[in-house]
Each structure stands twice: as C-alpha cells, then as structure tokens.
C-alpha cells in the first residue's frame, strides 16, 4: 500500500494566473520515481493563512493524505504565512525534518538559512514545508526523502517502533 501524498502550493501571484506553478509537478514527479508513494492530490492556494489552515484540518482530520508538502509561504515576506498555518494546526512539531532541510540546504547557499519551514504531526498526517522554488523544494524533499516511509509507517500504524512489519 503506497502512502497518499497531497502536495498544496502556496502562490497568490499563482491563483491570479501570473505565475505557473513549477514546484508541485516537480516534486510529483520526484515521488513518481520512488517506491512507496502516491500523489492522491495537488492543490494550489493563495498565501491567505486561514485558508491553508482550514485546509490542512480538513486533509488531516478526514484522513485524506498521509503526507502534506506544502511548497511556499516560508520566507519572510508579510504574505508568507505556511509556518505559521502549520504551527497553528499541529499537534506535535517534528523539528528534525526541518532542520535536516535547512542543513542540507545551506550546503548549497547560505540563504537557506532564511527558510522558516517547519514539519509537524495532526492526527496521522505528516505536514512538511518546503521551498516556493522548485530547485529548493526537490533539493530539500530530497534531504528528508529516505526518512519518510519509516516515519509515515510508524505514523499511520503500519510499522512498529522497531521497524517490524505489522
């Protein structure tokens, strides 16, 4: 059984039709090429904060993906508002897959370190931000990448803390 994936872009210029949105087909594609998930859905929203939060409570809370990629929102313009979204819908943050991204991401550029994603847990759906660019939402998804059925499997119930099969 392969985990459901929804991949949500973050993009008012986006929603307007001024900008296309490059980054969820190319982590789509990304996954495509790996075992194990599935990308159930792709939606693109505005950077309106309440929005995105009521959108991840409905994904979360109706059991429709095991794993949320929000690509956008986390830099440090008034609009970015995904960390905050996040953090206000999680139940328990998962600092290391942020911190994972940042430190593989500043091996590439010190901008990384600007990047305010953060990875968190409402009920057992994993939510990780990544990048607005599609150069940094691969590069950062790549970081956390193999880490990701072992987590989602102890998550969703499929695997036990010892990594042994139900």
């Given at each position: 059984?392969?985990?459901?994936?929804n991949?949500?872009?973050?993009?008012?210029?986006?929603?307007?039709?001024?900008?296309?949105?490059?980054?969820?087909?190319?982590?789509?594609?990304?996954?495509?090429?790996?075992?194990?998930?599935?990308?159930?859905?792709?939606?693109?929203?505005?950077?309106?904060?309440?929005?995105?939060?009521?959108v991840?409570?409905?994904?979360?809370?109706?059991?429709?993906?095991?794993?949320?990629?929000?690509?956008?929102?986390?830099?440090?313009?008034p609009r970015?508002?995904?960390?905050e979204?996040?953090?206000?819908?999680?139940?328990?943050?998962?600092?290391?897959?942020?911190?994972?991204?940042?430190?593989?991401?500043?091996?590439?550029?010190?901008?990384?370190?600007l990047?305010?994603?953060?990875?968190?847990?409402r009920?057992?759906?994993?939510?990780?931000?990544?990048?607005?660019?599609?150069k940094?939402?691969?590069?950062?998804?790549?970081?956390?990448?193999?880490?990701?059925?072992?987590?989602?499997?102890?998550?969703?119930?499929?695997?036990?803390?010892?990594?042994?099969?139900?």
């Amino acid at each position: 059984m392969k985990y459901r994936v929804n991949i949500i872009t973050l993009s008012d210029s986006g929603v307007k039709g001024l900008r296309k949105d490059t980054s969820a087909p190319a982590l789509k594609e990304m996954l495509h090429r790996e075992e194990g998930f599935e990308v159930t859905d792709m939606l693109l929203l505005s950077d309106d904060r309440t929005e995105l939060e009521a959108v991840l409570i409905d994904i979360c809370d109706n059991n429709r993906a095991d794993l949320i990629l929000t690509t956008g929102g986390t830099g440090l313009s008034p609009r970015d508002n995904t960390p905050e979204a996040t953090l206000a819908v999680i139940e328990k943050n998962v600092p290391g897959i942020a911190e994972a991204m940042r430190l593989k991401s500043l091996s590439i550029t010190p901008r990384a370190m600007l990047s305010r994603g953060v990875s968190g847990i409402r009920k057992s759906t994993l939510i990780i931000n990544l990048p607005g660019s599609p150069k940094g939402s691969v590069e950062n998804l790549e970081a956390v990448l193999p880490a990701l059925p072992h987590a989602l499997g102890i998550l969703t119930g499929r695997e036990h803390e010892c990594a042994q099969k139900k």
